[in-house]
């Protein structure tokens, strides 16, 4: 939307997150952000990255929309980029039902994003010497309206910020049952079947991953047909519609590439799935979901 060209990488399988080394090879002089989305749960980032980065000083910008809470070095995601992104949308950690919020320590970002957030009027950005300024270069424009940028509304509700932050006081608390069902969730399912060599180091997962074995449509489609029998609900291609180079929106930059440079996130967009991991999950129902897919034959 803004003009840029994203360059795309594959995925890993143990984090779900951008393949490192391949992000590194595709650094070029035109490269102005690594946009790392950190998925399902897990960190993607490592010292490699962060090093390089700042060595080549170029930005990170952190997607955390799906691993509020979770941790790389000891440190919460979203505290390395310039910029990060969370997301409250109602299926996530913790929700206002729609919203999110951008987090920064750059001022110049913050003004901007405060801006951008409501239509990009000047009004919003906070900075009275920059206001004014920008108010005598336009002196025929009313004060109180002048658009500096196109943008849109995102506006978040004050009754959404206190559902959010009443949700944020069970945010830790919540992250620890769910990496104990992670755990448990792990133990229990058939690593023949079923990928289970995640790194949890640091995880907040809001969700179990599941990645098949088999490269067979029609035992996929058998899977899916017994989690339906028995109720358990699911989302193919893990999160967010899969192999994002399948999407139309993207045909502009993806119809030139390979997809078989992609195979890991292919086998994702096929193979892969997510069920919901949540902090009322009972460790019965676990075992109970895991002796279904347990059961499930692929041969
Ligand atoms: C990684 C990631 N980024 C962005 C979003 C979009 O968030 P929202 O629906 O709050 O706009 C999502 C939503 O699920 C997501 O998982």
């Known amino acids: 939307m803004n003009g840029f060209k994203p360059i795309f990488v594959d995925i890993n399988f143990e984090n779900l997150s951008m393949n490192i080394d391949q992000v590194l090879k595709k650094i070029s002089k035109k490269t102005l952000a690594v946009f790392m989305t950190h998925s399902q749960g897990f ?7 962060i090093k390089n980065l700042k060595r080549k000083k170029i930005h990170l910008i952190e997607d955390v929309c799906e691993s509020h809470g979770a ?3 000891n440190k919460k995601l979203g505290t390395f980029g310039l910029i990060s992104n969370f997301s409250f949308y109602y299926a996530h950690h ?22 951008l957030r409501s239509h990009g009027m000047l009004r919003e950005s ?18 109180q309206f002048i658009f500096l940028y196109p943008s849109f509304n995102f506006r978040n509700t004050e009754i959404g910020a206190v559902i959010g932050l009443n949700q944020l ?9 769910r990496s104990k069902n992670f755990k448990l969730f792990l133990k229990l399912i058939d690593g023949k079947k079923y990928w289970k060599n995640f790194d949890i180091e640091g995880n907040s997962n809001y969700a179990f991953p599941i990645i098949l074995r088999t490269k067979n449509i029609k035992k996929r489609d058998l899977f899916e047909k017994k989690l339906k029998e028995k109720g358990i609900e699911f989302r193919r291609g893990n999160a967010g ?41 009972t460790n019965d129902k676990i ?3 895991c002796k ?6 692929y041969d």
Do not use: W
């Open 43 to 49: 960190n993607g980032l490592n010292e490699k990255l």
């Open 71 to 73: 941790k790389f070095a």
């Open 94 to 115: 913790l929700t206002t039902i729609e919203g999110g919020m951008i987090c920064t320590n750059n001022k110049r970002v913050y003004e901007l994003s405060r801006i």
């Open 126 to 143: 906070g900075n009275k010497s920059f206001e004014n300024k920008i108010k005598n270069k336009y002196r025929n424009l009313s004060p």
């Open 169 to 177: 006081k069970q945010l830790n608390k919540n992250n620890s049952i």
């Open 241 to 281: 519609g899969g192999n994002q180079l399948r999407q139309p929106y993207l045909k502009k930059f993806s119809k030139s590439l390979n997809l078989k440079k992609y195979k890991n996130v292919d086998h994702i967009h096929f193979f892969g799935y997510y069920i919901g991991n949540y902090p009322s999950l």
């Open 287 to 289: 075992r109970k979901i």
């Open 292 to 297: 279904i897919l347990n059961f499930i034959s």
